[in-house]
């Protein structure tokens, strides 16, 4: 399986972005799905994710600002961020779970997208 992120960019704090991943093959539907991100000299950090059946999970620094979806027809998980702060600055991955369902360890991902960088001025 193969990822492809994108939508990143620059934008003022207060501001929204829209992250895309698109899936290379339909065994990703079958499958959790998370995003990640990672500032510099910070470790990997889980940002949300969205289970088989569409369950979602968020850690409480982005709870209410971020919103994780998935379009299964065009194997596509999207994450809409808004009110986004300087704090937010990082890359942001996209990854496919082991299972069905979502973690917030990093390790129970198996399939990774490249990243794309997110950068909020203040």
């Known amino acids: 399986v193969q990822l492809q992120a994108s939508g990143g960019g620059l934008v003022q704090a207060g501001g929204s972005l829209r992250l895309s991943c698109a899936a290379s093959r339909r065994t990703a539907s079958n499958n959790g799905m998370g995003w990640f991100r990672q500032a510099p000299g910070k470790e990997r950090e889980f940002v949300a994710g969205i289970s088989w059946s569409g369950t979602a999970t968020y850690p409480d620094s982005v709870k209410g600002r971020f919103t994780i979806s998935r379009d299964r027809a065009k194997n596509t998980v999207y994450l809409q961020m808004s009110s986004l702060e300087p704090q937010d600055t990082a890359v942001y991955y996209c990854?496919?779970?082991?299972?069905?369902?979502?973690?917030?360890?990093?390790?129970?991902?198996?399939?990774w997208g490249q990243g794309t960088q997110v950068t909020v001025s203040s």
């Open positions: 990854a496919v779970s082991r299972t069905s369902y979502t973690s917030t360890d990093y390790s129970q991902y198996v399939y």
